[in-house]
């Protein structure tokens, strides 16, 4: 059964740094591009950042230079450090897992909340 078991979200001021984790079970990891989704209320889910099992990272525009996504294979987790938090990021944050066979993303976790306010 897979799982991908997120944790790390909460609530921050403007300007202030989280770290997400998530730690995936029943899939090989290494077989996986791994990412960072979210959703804010409203909009549609979007692609954060995601990481390829050789290392190469893709960002969203509104990510880079703020958001690091790494992943850890001994630990079958990927994390994403943000910095220089801002209101807009308020969202629920997704761990994703796409197999390198597939074109989309097709497992979930449950999600975290961050929330970004003064």
């Known amino acids: 059964q897979v799982q991908l078991v997120e944790s790390g979200g909460g609530l921050v001021q403007p300007g202030g740094s989280l770290s997400l984790s998530c730690v995936a079970s029943?899939?090989?990891?290494?077989?996986?591009?791994m990412g960072w989704y979210r959703q804010a209320p409203g909009k549609q889910r979007e692609l954060v950042a995601e990481v390829r099992s050789g290392g190469n990272t893709n960002y969203a525009d509104s990510a880079k230079g703020r958001f690091t996504i790494s992943r850890d294979r001994a630990k079958n987790a990927v994390y994403l450090q943000m910095n220089d938090l801002k209101f807009e990021d308020t969202a629920v944050y997704y761990c994703g897992a796409r197999h390198w066979s597939m074109t989309v993303t097709n497992k979930w976790g449950q999600g975290t909340q961050v929330t970004v306010s003064s």
């Open positions: 029943g899939i090989n990891f290494s077989a996986y591009t």
